[in-house]
């Protein structure tokens, strides 16, 4: 006891990688459940990752 929880679950690593793709290597997902896109959320969305960049990565 006394210790800190990392004693308990151990150190974590935290990795970071990206990959570059060609555009054409991208195909849209059949199982896509998402049909209809609202421009406006797009454009808002657009804006605020030209602005502050992407806070977290998406899969």
Known sequence: ???????????????????????????????????IFDEDSLNDLKKSINERGIIQRQL
């Open 1 to 35: 006891m006394g210790r800190g929880l990392s004693s308990l679950i151990g150190e974590t690593k935290t990795v970071e990688a990206t990959n570059k793709l060609p555009i054409g290597d991208l195909y849209p997902n059949k199982f896509q459940p998402r049909k």
